[in-house]
């Protein structure tokens, strides 16, 4: 029999929409299922399993009245500890943020999912401030890969993929910065999506500019799409958000890729030495996008490694973050942490607008390589999970975690929708991803390319956390 934590949120609505079970039990299962792994993984940084059972009741009672509050009404969520959640604390991961708050408000996809009726159950991990591919942080500590718990999960939206992974929920809320929803759910086997940016709001607004984006990170491309349509909704309080959507993210989703002009970059043209399995499992996901129809070719985005540009606003940003600290906090931040704020605080504001420039022209770049392909698809990571508690695997060409994400933050730069699929494993059972990018505003193309291969059966490749 599965258990309720192991189904998917429209599966768990189709339940309370029968009768075959109620809120109440799901959340039940889910905060059972979270005492019994979060130990392992350290995925939580704080669980609010009252008042979850509390929103779960009242959920309970409105699907027995026939009136649900939204799409995803009674489906157990949960949120990285970068977004604001009233009614308790968000110290994005760090002993410098003070716990007492006050703490009103709820960041505007928390907010679009609570009018929903969906259930917070608590908060994620994230390293410190977002500000690395990996989670780690001074006051949370490590959290570690759901398949082998000696390795990381990525990050830096990795509690979050490993929440999922493991079934402490089927939706979480993440952050993407550089790759952080990509990277842990290359590195965890979940589904996880970077909408347009200004597409989901966000307030309050990052230090890290128009490169932060918020997103779902799910089991699935249909989940994620049901997520999606609650968490785009207008907010007044992000100045840079885009208008409502024109319409349901679900609807076309199963419209296959047939016709759809696909640039198949293995390796960016040579620059990027990817694992062998990683390239035959990407080749493979490639290979069921044609034969369901879609134009591949292999050919490469005409870009430049822009790693410098956006070490110039990245550090910045970061920079920025400090700035506002406590006097003496500094001291007692993540050692990466202050040496990236050092290199960003000294950067002159020509240097921050001549990686404006590098963006900029990336943006056009990539505006016309779209005019000819609907998607690029390429490796999400060149890897696969590598020890828990480093910035960077052994031997990794630079000391930052941009020199082993070379494929996810150039996306970061031009805003595109970009996508991470699980599509295998390997020899030692890890898994990894492939990334599937469209031109702004074109989400709908990554999302049906995504369930493409969901209903191909290649994420189906992917064995269950070896903590399952």
Known sequence: MTDLYELSARDLIAGYRGGAFTPVDAVRSVLDRIEAVNGAVNAFCRVDGEQALEQAAASRDRWARGEPAGPVDGVPVSVKDILLMRGGPTLRGSKAVDPA??????????????????????????????????????????????????????????????????????????????????????????????????????????????????????????????????????DARDWSALGPPAGSFQDGLDDGVAGLRVAYSPDFGGAVRVDPAVAAGVRRAVEALAERGALVEEADPPLSDPVRAFHVLWFAGAARVVEQLPAGAVDALDPGLREICAEGAAHSALEYLAAVDVRMALGRVMGAFHETYDLLVTPTLPLTAFAAGRETPSGAAGERWTSWTPFTYPFNLTQQPAASVPCGTDAGGLPYGVQLVAARHRDDLVLRAAQALYTSGVPGSVPAPALG
């Open 101 to 234: 708050g006050p703490w009103p408000e709820d960041a505007p996809a928390v907010a679009r999912l609570r009018e929903s009726g969906a259930v917070l159950t608590g908060k994620t991990t994230t390293p410190e401030f977002g500000w690395k591919g990996v989670t780690d942080a001074p006051v949370y500590g490590v959290t570690r890969n759901p398949y082998d718990t000696s390795r990381t999960s990525g990050g830096s939206s990795g509690g979050s993929a490993a929440a999922v992974a493991l079934g402490a929920g089927p939706l979480s809320l993440g952050t993407d910065g550089g790759g952080s929803v990509r990277i842990p759910a290359a590195f965890c086997g979940i589904f996880a999506l970077k909408p347009t940016y200004g597409r989901v709001p966000l307030y309050p607004a990052s230090a890290f500019g128009t490169l932060a984006h918020v997103g779902p990170m799910t089991r699935d491309a249909a989940d994620a799409a049901l997520m999606m349509d609650v968490i785009s909704g207008p």
